[in-house]
Each structure stands twice: as structure tokens, then as C-alpha cells.
């Protein structure tokens, strides 16, 4: 079983919970993501595996995830790096932010959510169990398309995109 950290509004841990849990809770959580670019200034995109938890078949962030109770962010996100598509690259955080979004499943994303970005111009080999497939796309056609088709990427996804904190590394 997956845990996650349960944390405050400060990002003071409370404890842990099991991922799922914690989702069907709506338990304030510990969450990171990473945005990797290339030296075009492209951004990967992953499209999420239809058989996710949530927001299954939806385009979203190169990777995001949680860290494990007493794994300290930058591991989490390695980590996750070389797990869900194949390859690690130098990345520097960007900025934390608190996010909400019930689905209809019944689940709620309430993360305490840490912004990465990187840079990476080798071979992808993404997880299948991920990811269904991945794409890279400059900024500007990925807002005229967020635009157009908001339904297609995950909320968080575009709360980030939103924020205009995510430039090329």
C-alpha cells in the first residue's frame, strides 16, 4: 500500500495515510510536478493511462506524483523521473502551491503541490502502466489548445499553466 504525507498549510507533516484513502478523504497531502523542457524550449507532455485512479486519458505535466513518508522531495521526484518515463535530468524547484479539485468518482485531489522544472533532450521510455503516450509542445501551442480543449488536460495541469510559472529551464 501506497502512503502518502499528510501535511498542514504550511506543509507541516501530520502524519501518513494510504494514497487512496487519502483521496477518497480529501486529506490536505504532499505532492510534486515536474515540468521538463528540451533545448527547443518544448515541454513533455504525458498522457495519462486510461486505468488511473483519476483524470485517466487526460494530457498532463511530464510527471507528478507524491513522496514517500521520509523521502525528501528532490528524491521523490528522481525517482519518479526514471519510473514513469525512462530517464533523469537536472531539475530546480519553482514554487508550492495548494490545490483542490473534487471528481466525479468521488475522489478529491487536496495536495500541498511543489512545482519542478528541468531539462532533457535524450530517449523517453515511458511506463505503459503510466503512461499511454507522451508528446513535446511549445508553450504558446499548448495554451492556444488549453484554450480550445480544457477538457482534454488535468486540473492541476492547468491551474499550474495558469500561474505563468513555467518557463523553458
Known sequence: MEQVVLVNKSNRKLGTEEKLEAHKKGLLHRAFSVFVFNNKGELLL?????????????????????????????????????????????????????????????LIENEYDVVFIGKYNGPIHPDPAEIETTKWISLSALKDDILRNPQNYTFWFKKIIKMGIIKPF
Open 46 to 106: 504525458q498522457k495519462r493511462h486510461s486505468s488511473k485512479y483519476h483524470s485517466g486519458g487526460l494530457w498532463s505535466n511530464t510527471v507528478c506524483s507524491h513522496p514517500r513518508p521520509g523521502e525528501r522531495y528532490i528524491s521523490a521526484v528522481h525517482r519518479r523521473l526514471h519510473e514513469e518515463v525512462g530517464f533523469d535530468c537536472p531539475v530546480k524547484k519553482i514554487k508550492p502551491f495548494i490545490y483542490r479539485a473534487d471528481f466525479d468518482d468521488g
